[in-house]
């Protein structure tokens, strides 16, 4: 029985793009499986991305070759995945790299499995046609693997069994009691670590590559606002971090948005993929610490970031998953430029600020990217104008220099629309509104929800990926959680009965389609989902938030505003069961954390009820408390609310903290005093 490929007919961009190699590519599905099983052979399982620049490396190389695609046809049944459509496969065998080398592994994810038992015995990332980066060839990798299975049969049962043995312990984490209030101190050592980590030359944190690490960062921000020795600081690096990464190659000034990481640590040789979820993340970064730090340049790159966002990823359903590395001529050759392409384009008032900004005369190479050498105000001081006057002629230059972009071959889009990581933007997009005072930003919120309530929630059910054949995809934990920590910010924006629906449609999927009655804790997938070597339970943040971080976080927060204890014990239960990892590595858990510290000191829950009146009083709490509170203003029309504001009278405020409700307040200054006394601060290290 001979294989052919398979992708010709597959909707995904990805699958799409190795519809012509020679290579006999399969979907994962059930009958491909048991193809394997029937023919004796193992499977390689490939797994990468559209926008994935060694993954386009790897299909020029390897996959193309009509030689090395006859080693994979007659030895090896082989699959390709997206991982964007499958993270519960990308996560399960990402992991099996950590276990079987001890390392991290990346895109593409090389993986050899038992055709018997599904397990996998092989892993690697990338393998170069001939030998290079100190890495095996991928035709030695085959012929290696090949001779390994047929004829070592000892040595490969051994290693299937046990990484059949380690799949089965990852969920065994060691018992723990309930956590104590000093675990509390977990968010001081957290930033303790980060801060060693810290590259203090050009911020961020050390090594390379070097991606931008929200996280990390948004840890060092909440650490601002706590009464901690770390504060100064954790302020420090981030401003630092936040000026370098603004300033840099990584960042794309003139059409916006941000690249997915820089090969090197001074942040100036990007890798030119542009990712949604890395924008939507690194998009309420900015907004939140604009608000925080009162820098109004961090705000300026946030909304300039949204506004990318918008004329380049949206379609009418949602908002495109990526965009490619490669912008049809090269790796990135549309982002670079030359100086008298940017003189022809320019004024020369125009020109006289960028190269105080940029340095451009200062330029060896023939074309270049833009990166500053010199803070704008720095910049503006040296061509003698004032800010007002800098701002005008850069962004006059930047839309000249876009114009001069889109000229050039661009990036193609991967258009699949991705539930998860279009309810990251819709929580960024909150963020803009509430910490910068974007309206627009909200009605961008509710409409891509909506679109995605439209599309994605189907029969009481979420799902993932909904293709435009009308074939659905099943949702993940992720999709779920990341719903409903949007709809929260979106609540406190503007409150929609419809969200607060639509919230307790995604606490209530989490408890009954993910949540482990057992031990505690969310498993990726679904409970009904389709049969796999191990159900991961993703505990540390990577470059989204870590889904049980996000499910515990999103549920406590969902019952301190609902007064429902059901979501408050399995976020507590969650947590618990994952202190063993959260005493070990504080710092990758940022998430977790979070759900940790509101777990045992909640957050002030501010519910007011009424019109005109209480939207002032929303505006300046929201002013004054920023994220040490909730702050939930529910109109007198609603129909579908928190219990207690069954009880309210109107234009009037409660604050609540945890299960209990103070009297209600019939002035802004009565709430607010009343308030401050509430959130008097304790240094986290004393507690």
């Known amino acids: 029985m001979s294989l052919r490929n398979e992708l010709k007919d597959q909707e995904n961009r990805y699958l799409q793009q190795h519809a012509q190699d020679p290579v006999a590519w399969q979907v994962w599905s059930p009958e491909t499986l048991e193809a394997a099983r029937r023919l004796d052979k193992p499977i390689l399982l490939s797994i990468g991305y559209s926008a994935c620049h060694w993954c386009q490396v790897m299909q020029r190389e390897s996959f193309s070759d009509a030689q090395i695609a006859a080693q994979m046809n007659e030895h090896f049944v082989s699959i390709k995945v997206d991982k964007e459509e499958r993270p519960d496969l990308d996560d399960i065998f990402q992991t099996a790299h950590q276990l079987l080398n001890g390392q991290p592994g990346g895109w593409p994810l090389t993986v050899f499995l038992c055709p018997k038992t599904f397990l996998p015995f092989v892993v690697g990332t990338y393998f170069p046609r001939e030998p290079a980066h100190g890495r095996i060839p991928i035709q030695d990798l085959l012929y290696r693997v090949n001779h390994f299975y047929r004829e070592q049969h000892k040595d490969f049962q051994n290693l299937r069994d046990q990484m059949g043995k380690s799949f089965k312990a990852l969920n065994d984490l060691p018992k723990s009691d309930a956590p104590e209030i000093a675990d509390l101190y977990l968010l001081h050592e957290a930033t303790r670590r980060l801060l060693e980590q810290a590259d203090t030359k050009h911020g961020g944190f050390n090594g390379a590559p070097k991606f931008i690490l929200p996280f990390s960062l948004f840890r060092l921000l909440e650490t601002v606002s706590e009464a901690s020795e770390l504060a100064l600081p954790a302020e420090a690096h981030l401003r630092l971090s936040l000026n370098h990464i603004g300033a840099s190659a990584i960042h794309d000034a003139i059409d916006g948005g941000f690249f997915r990481y820089t090969t090197d640590a001074e942040w100036e040789q990007p890798h030119f993929e542009k990712m949604l979820f890395d924008n939507a993340i690194v ?405």
Not at 451 to 458: N, T
Not at 576 to 592: D, V
């Open 283 to 687: 998009l309420g970064l900015f907004a939140a610490a604009g608000a925080r730090l009162k820098a109004p340049l961090y705000g300026y790159v946030a909304r300039q970031t949204l506004m990318w966002m918008r004329r380049v990823l949206a379609l009418p359903e949602g908002y495109s998953a990526s965009l490619d590395s490669s912008t049809g001529d090269g790796d990135g050759t549309a982002y670079s430029y030359t100086r008298a392409e940017i003189k022809t384009a320019v004024t020369d008032a125009e020109y006289t600020f960028l190269n105080e900004l940029y340095g451009l005369e200062r330029k060896l190479n023939e074309d270049f990217l833009l990166h500053c050498i010199r803070p704008p105000e720095d910049a503006a001081e040296r061509a003698g104008i004032d800010m007002a006057q800098a701002t005008q002629l850069f962004e006059s230059a930047r839309d000249k220099l876009r114009v001069l972009r889109y000229q050039k071959p661009l990036a193609a889009r991967d258009e699949k629309v991705i539930c998860s990581w279009n309810a990251l933007l819709c929580k960024s997009m909150a963020q803009v509104a509430r910490h910068l005072g974007d309206g627009q930003a909200i009605a961008q919120a509710q409409e891509l929800m909506d679109a995605l309530v439209k599309r994605h929630w189907y029969n009481k059910r979420l799902f993932s990926i909904v293709k435009r054949s009308g074939e659905r995809l099943p949702a993940f934990l992720d999709d779920y959680a990341f719903m409903l920590l949007a709809l929260l910010d979106m609540l406190q924006v503007q409150w929609r009965d419809s969200d607060y629906h639509m919230a307790r449609n995604m606490a209530e999927g989490l408890l009954n389609h993910f949540y482990d009655d057992v031990l505690g804790g969310f498993f990726f997938v679904a409970h009904d989902h389709e049969p796999l070597p191990f159900k991961p339970k993703p505990f540390a943040d990577t470059m989204t938030p870590a889904g049980n971080g996000a499910a515990a976080l999103a549920l406590i927060r969902f019952g301190h505003l609902t007064a429902e204890p059901r979501y408050v014990d399995a976020a507590n239960a969650t947590v618990s069961h994952a202190m063993p990892l959260l005493r070990r590595q504080p710092e990758t858990h940022y998430t977790l954390l979070q759900a940790m510290r509101e777990g045992l000191l909640p957050k002030p829950v501010i519910l007011l009820l009424g019109d005109e009146a209480m939207s002032d009083w929303q505006a300046k709490l929201h002013a004054k408390y920023q994220d040490q509170v909730y702050v939930y203003r529910v109109p007198t029309s609603s129909e579908f609310h928190p219990p207690e504001v069954m009880v309210m009278d109107e234009n009037t405020g409660v604050i609540c903290q945890a299960d209990l409700c103070q009297d209600g307040h019939e002035s802004l200054e009565s709430l607010m005093h009343a308030l401050d006394d509430a959130l008097m601060p304790t240094p986290i290290e004393e507690v």
